[in-house]
């Protein structure tokens, strides 16, 4: 490659509180137009912001998650820009003293690891939004909803650390997990409640010196950021090979195109003229509240992955698919409990579990099928009352009815025949209907025991106990 990549990435997380940063208006997604404001979070004359306790609780819940160093003492500021969507002419965020500094997250990409560290976390108000289409006269006007006009967000810097497209992508997909997995944010990218900038920009390889950065910017899904990314670095390394300059600016993503257009030149820092809010004091977080935070937080997923794998015996893969919500791997834990088995669990939850709950687009807190009810299940397995073959079938049933898989069985005489007895009159019979199968297999055509077998299966209707058939339909064939 003539040139290296370099990429950082800036994601806005909203919080996910019931008011707004600074007031009490609720921050309910779809609610009609201008139906979630007041004075404050419009910036009328003589309003003065309050700031939302459970906002900062959630903001240090990200960075000790994170693994950032939380500030003792940080600073609001007010960011000076005119914008239609911009009712205050400012936005309330922070700057040269934010929350939280440092941290980072460990990525695994194509096999290889590489730490992408974080410059900082940092508290802000959302603006509002501007709707430039569905109305009668969208041609001619624009339309205000100031309904997101202070919503808590925070948002993430990273440092320059990644060099692929992929790395980016990866990025963005675990950052998400992890603000999800602690409550944090709602992962709801559609809806705008998390949402990326992406800073590229492309150097010689093997130049330490950093090329000009561009930032593309509202990219709300991985597919799109990885996208947006490889395009910017083909322009940008088609500009530079045509003896161009690439210049600073801010570009949008046009998903319909497959390409980056130009939106406006990129402001710098002092474009903004930061100046501390005098309408808010310093936040001062002391060390007992963070502690509190703290003890509040779950088992974040990388330390879950670990203890799965030490715990319960896991694969690294059934781990990870398994750690994908807490809400899933809380799921396979009562599982286990119930039934004992944790690589019957995992096969089980990742299995006909997952197939059943994505066939019907459900969530696994949708499942019907209690981790109690599967660890049943799994029991009658365990126990050689049923075959793996009817407890699909059981399953299936327990999930259509929300019956326990014991009384499933019971009442439609699913129990595994067991009794050598019955099992042997049944290979009886088959031998008996294919004489030339075992002829072939007696003469030395062991492939015929598996037509065999599922001939005995066929004739016990699929109850005969698996280990149990084999082990007497090749007596009977050896002795004949």
Same mark, same amino acid.
């Given at each position: 490659?003539?040139y ?5 990435l800036?994601i ?15 921050t309910?997604?779809?609610?009609s137009?201008?139906?979630?404001v ?5 910036g009328?004359?003589?309003?003065l912001p ?5 906002a900062?609780?959630?903001a240090?819940?990200a960075?000790?998650a994170?693994?950032?160093?939380v500030q003792?003492t ?7 820009y005119?914008?239609?969507?911009l ?6 965020s ?13 990525l ?7 730490w ?6 940092h ?7 501007s ?28 440092e ?10 990866e ?9 999800v ?9 559609e ?5 990326c900038d ?15 950065k561009?930032?593309v910017?509202?990219l ?13 670095i083909?322009?940008?390394?088609d500009?530079l ?10 570009r949008?993503?046009?998903s319909?195109?497959?390409?980056t257009?130009?939106m ?8 903004y003229r ?10 001062v ?5 963070v502690?509190?935070?703290?003890a ?15 715990q319960?015996?896991?694969?690294d893969?059934?781990?990870? =698919?398994l750690?994908?919500?807490a809400?899933?791997a %809380?799921?396979f834990e009562?599982t @286990? $409990?119930?039934? /004992?088995? #944790?690589?019957a669990a ?10 059943v709950?994505n ?6 807190g ?5 981790p ?21 079938? =059981?399953?299936?049933r327990?999930h259509?009815t929300g %019956?326990a898989?014991?009384?499933? @069985? $019971?009442a439609? /005489?699913? #129990? ?16 008996a ?12 055509k ?12 066929k ?7 698996p280990k149990?058939a084999?082990?007497?339909l090749?007596q %009977?064939?050896?002795q004949g």
């Amino acid at each position: 490659m003539r040139y290296e990549p370099v990429i950082g990435l800036e994601i806005h997380a909203q919080l996910q509180t019931q008011t707004k940063a600074f007031c009490g208006c609720s921050t309910r997604f779809g609610a009609s137009p201008n139906s979630q404001v007041c004075p404050v979070c419009l910036g009328l004359p003589g309003a003065l912001p309050v700031l939302n306790h459970e906002a900062v609780d959630l903001a240090l819940r990200a960075a000790l998650a994170l693994g950032c160093e939380v500030q003792p003492t940080s600073i609001f500021a007010r960011k000076n820009y005119f914008y239609p969507d911009l009712p205050k002419g400012y936005q309330i965020s922070q700057f040269e003293r934010p929350i939280a500094l440092g941290g980072g997250l460990r990525l695994t990409v194509d096999g290889a690891e590489r730490w992408v560290g974080l410059t900082r976390i940092h508290m802000e108000e959302d603006a509002g939004k501007s709707l430039h289409e569905g109305f009668l006269d969208s041609e001619r006007r624009t339309y205000l909803d100031f309904n997101r006009s202070g919503v808590p967000l925070i948002e993430i810097v990273t440092e320059p650390d990644m060099r692929t497209p992929a790395e980016g992508a990866e990025f963005f997909t675990r950052l998400r997990d992890v603000l999800v997995w602690i409550g944090v944010n709602d992962g709801n990218m559609e809806e705008g409640s998390l949402r990326c900038d992406a800073n590229v920009s492309i150097r010689p390889a093997g130049r330490d010196a950093f090329g000009t950065k561009v930032e593309v910017k509202n990219l709300n899904s991985f597919r799109y950021l990885q996208k947006a990314i490889e395009f910017e670095i083909e322009r940008q390394a088609d500009v530079l090979d045509r003896g161009g300059r690439v210049l600073q600016e801010t570009r949008l993503w046009d998903s319909s195109a497959g390409r980056t257009l130009s939106m406006r030149s990129k402001e710098e820092a002092h474009d903004y003229r930061y100046f501390p809010e005098p309408d808010l004091p310093p936040l001062v977080v002391g060390a007992s509240r963070v502690e509190a935070v703290r003890a509040s937080m779950p088992e974040l997923p990388a330390a879950r992955r670990v203890r799965f794998v030490d715990q319960y015996g896991l694969p690294d893969y059934d781990a990870g =698919v398994l750690t994908q919500s807490a809400s899933l791997a %809380a799921y396979f834990e009562r599982t @286990v $409990a119930a039934c /004992g088995n #944790a690589k019957a669990a995992s096969n089980w939850v990742m299995g006909e579990l997952l197939r059943v709950l994505n066939e019907r687009g459900e969530g696994i807190g949708e499942a019907a099928v209690s981790p109690e009810s599967l660890g049943g299940l799994i029991q009658l397995i365990d126990r050689g009352t049923i075959s793996s073959s009817i407890a699909k079938d =059981v399953f299936a049933r327990m999930h259509a009815t929300g %019956a326990a898989a014991d009384a499933i @069985v $019971a009442a439609e /005489g699913l #129990a595994q025949i067991g009794d050598e007895a019955a099992l042997r009159t049944v290979i009886d019979e088959v031998l008996a209907a294919n004489g030339d199968a075992v002829a072939q297999y007696r003469a030395g055509k062991a492939a015929t025991f598996g037509f065999l077998v599922g001939q005995v299966m066929k004739g016990t209707g699929g109850k005969a106990n698996p280990k149990l058939a084999n082990q007497l339909l090749r007596q %009977a064939l050896e002795q004949g």
